[in-house]
């Protein structure tokens, strides 16, 4: 921590405000004309909009996306309670066959509701118990027919059977039927994006989610499978195929739910009372058993600042696959090379990131922020990429201090284009833009140096994930808890970050009189005003610039003046 207000340099002697201003407890009062949103209950067209206006280059979503990421009434009207997941993998056909058992309860009379299936996988009957449902498909969307009113507060189970050769697509293909280096089969599932309906049906939204669930796949006999969750058994089904059985305890996103076919080789290790169960390819065994040992280290790094990882009872698991990797709850995907850094490359240039491996150090960091709080709607993926991406620097400070942590998130900034917001129109399955991930972790390392006092960081930090864990949130339950926590209007500030393009531009203006300078924010939010430290190295000044001239005296000229831009992502304009 910098200790505010002890310089010897810069001794600010005057600080006159404007009478409109009221700088000093500007952060402590909400100035601004536009309200929060109470939790979880944002009006989604306002917010829209106003996101919506800021971002000209956003894609116009098309009928298959409104479909997709509305969560209208047959969505609505319902809650996910259980799947089971009961698929044939053929991997000469490249074909699955099978069936989703969805359990769901009634939130509102009604005798329709919406799951997903993407084409050209084909729905081959719906049942509830021997009855069969009628069914509509429009794109993506599969509306279901039942014959009966079922009834608010009331439990109902229905089977989806469906068969086919899903089509890979997308930057990890969504599902892939590949071969290994020696020749063998080897399929595996990555659809955040394209959404787990290209390969299985389900209620494709990222609102609802399953309390548990159960995952069967019967794969030949030669290959294993690996999904989420704890193992079960496997089963000689006597016709060439086994049947591998995993069960979630916990819930799950639908892009989560994995399969991994491979010719897998096991091994494992424990941390406390979590069983570490790790699977690759015979060859690289010993590369993994060497570079695995990263993980336990990783888990208590994330453990100390969050608290017990967060599906203890469905183990921790590593699973080399083909492409980079991917977040699949408990069991996730590996596929970097048994190397430091991210495939090969130190990721953010300032020599930290060859440290350790990237990917089991950031896919990991998602079991809490991802898998278990996760983002209502896509439009807010940086509550998953954001955060995951400040872990990664709470994993480096946890390693190698507070001093490696800041130049190693200092590292992102030539990443972000600030060309778009970061958080997405919502309801139109919008892809957020990449600053979601560099962006996000720079803005909530700005937070802490606002907050400027580690312990109690570190102590909201905590009480944020145990407040969310294992829930559905949106940017405003993000913002509302930290301003109710921090006792701070931390709005404006959010909002700049997430909602505009620009970050703030903090305007210097000197000589105006010997020994003086003028400062205020540029920002899109009217009332944005920020803390911030202003001197030299080693004696830094905290002002609060709002975004009406202040001004101060100063024995330092424009040259000496700095501006602490390692611990708050801003630009600076001197003149
Ligand atoms: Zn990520």
Redesign the pocket.
């Known amino acids: 921590m910098r200790a505010p207000a002890r310089s010897k340099v810069l001794l600010l002697l005057f600080v006159f405000l404007l009478p409109s201003s009221l700088a000093h407890s500007q952060a402590t009062t909400q100035t601004g004309t536009k309200p929060n949103p109470p939790a979880g209950q944002a009006s989604a067209n306002t917010w829209a909009q106003h996101v919506r206006q800021n971002d000209a280059t956003a894609k116009v979503p098309d009928r298959a996306d409104m479909l997709r990421g509305a969560y209208g009434p047959f969505r609505a009207n319902n809650n996910l309670l259980y799947y089971h997941l009961d698929v044939r993998v053929d991997p000469d056909q490249k074909s699955l066959s099978g069936k989703n058992t969805v359990r769901f309860r009634m939130l509102q009379d009604g005798s329709r509701i919406q799951l997903d299936l993407q084409e050209p996988l084909q729905i081959d009957k719906v049942l509830m118990g021997a009855t069969p449902l009628k069914y509509e498909r429009d794109t993506s969307a599969v509306f279901i027919d039942f014959p009966i009113t079922l009834h608010a507060g009331e439990v109902y189970s229905i089977d989806v059977f469906f068969s086919g050769k899903p089509v890979s697509s997308g930057r990890f293909g969504g599902i892939t039927f590949g071969k290994d280096p020696a020749a063998r089969p080897w399929i595996d599932t990555a659809c955040e994006g394209e959404g787990a309906s290209i390969w299985w049906p389900n209620k494709d939204q990222w609102r609802d989610e399953v309390e548990n669930m159960d995952i069967s796949v019967e794969v030949p006999n030669s290959l294993t499978d690996v999904s989420n969750g704890k193992f079960v058994g496997k089963t000689d089904l006597g016709d060439g195929y086994t049947r591998w059985d995993w069960h979630v305890s916990y819930p799950i996103n639908n892009y989560d739910v994995a399969l991994n076919i491979g010719n897998y080789v096991h091994f494992g290790d424990h941390l406390g009372p979590l069983a570490l169960d790790y699977y690759v390819l015979p060859e690289d065994l010993d590369k993994a058993k060497a570079q695995f040992a990263q993980a336990p280290g990783m888990i208590e790094a994330y453990q100390h600042y969050f608290g017990e990882y967060p599906f203890l009872h469905d183990g921790y698991k590593l699973v080399e696959v083909p492409y980079s990797g991917m ?1 699949h709850q408990s069991a996730v995907s590996y596929g970097n090379r048994f190397e430091n850094g991210y495939l090969g490359r130190d990721w953010t240039g300032v020599g930290i990131s060859t440290r350790f491996d990237f990917i089991i150090i ?2 990991s960091g ?1 079991e809490w922020f ?1 898998n278990s709080i996760t983002a209502a709607d896509r439009s807010d993926m940086w509550i ?2 954001g955060w ?2 400040y872990l990664e620097s709470l994993y480096v400070e946890y390693r190698w201090g507070k001093e490696d942590a800041i130049r190693y998130l200092g590292g992102m900034k030539p990443k972000i284009k600030n060309l778009r917001p970061i958080v997405a129109e919502r309801g139109v399955n919008a892809e957020p833009t990449e600053d979601q ?1 560099f962006k996000g972790a720079l803005m909530i390392n700005t937070l802490r140096s606002v907050v400027d006092d580690d312990a109690k960081w570190f102590a909201l930090l905590y009480d944020f994930y145990q407040r969310f864990k294992y829930q559905n949130i949106m940017t405003e339950d993000v913002i509302l808890w930290f301003n109710q926590h921090t006792g701070m209007n931390l709005t404006p500030i959010f909002d700049q970050y997430l909602r505009h393009t620009q970050i703030p531009r903090l305007e210097l203006l000197f000589g105006e009189a010997p020994g003086m300078v003028m400062y205020k924010w540029c920002a899109d939010e009217d009332d944005f005003a920020m803390p911030v430290q202003v001197g030299t190295a080693g004696h830094w000044q905290i002002i609060h610039p709002t975004t009406h001239w202040q001004w101060m005296q100063t024995p330092l000229t424009k040259e000496q003046l700095q501006v602490a831009t390692d611990l708050y992502y801003v630009e600076v304009n001197k003149q």
Do not use: A
């Open positions: 977040e950031h896919e998602h991802g998953h990429e995951t991406t991930y």
